[in-house]
Nanobody, 117 residues
Framework: QVQLVESGGGLVQAGESLRLSCAAS????????MSWYRQAPGQRELVAGI??????NYADSVKGRFTISRDNAKNTVYLQMNRLKPEDTDVYYC????????????WGQGIVVTVSS
């Protein structure tokens, strides 16, 4: 069984920064993509993703403000969020595509980010 544990959320004022972390644990052979999503009304939207090789992609709304990175030795992904806006307020979910050796898609429980104006 593989688990993802998120940390680093909280309440900040607009313009401030937060850093989210997500650590994977369990019987892991390898992890391909690790991503952060947030729960937009009606659907879960991709915020940022990173492959095991380091290729990244971002939602247009966070480009230039958020940076995703990972530590493959620690099976951990990070999301550095700068210049936060009230519209970034949401529940953020970590996702990982894991080989155990079977293929699993694993989600974290979600972490709350609140940005006050």
């Amino acid at each position: 069984q593989v688990q993802l544990v998120e940390s680093g959320g909280g309440l900040v004022q607009a313009g401030e920064s937060l850093r989210l972390s997500c650590a994977a644990s369990g019987r892991i052979f390898s992890i391909n993509t690790m991503s952060w999503y947030r729960q937009a009304p009606g659907q879960r939207e991709l915020v940022a993703g990173i492959t095991s090789g380091g290729s990244v992609n971002y939602a247009d709304s966070v480009k230039g403000r958020f940076t995703i990175s990972r530590d493959n030795a620690k099976n951990t992904v990070y999301l550095q969020m700068n210049r936060l806006k009230p519209e970034d307020t949401d529940v953020y979910y970590c996702y990982a595509a894991v080989r155990t050796p079977t293929f699993l898609e694993v989600w974290g429980q979600g972490i709350v980010v609140t940005v006050s104006s």
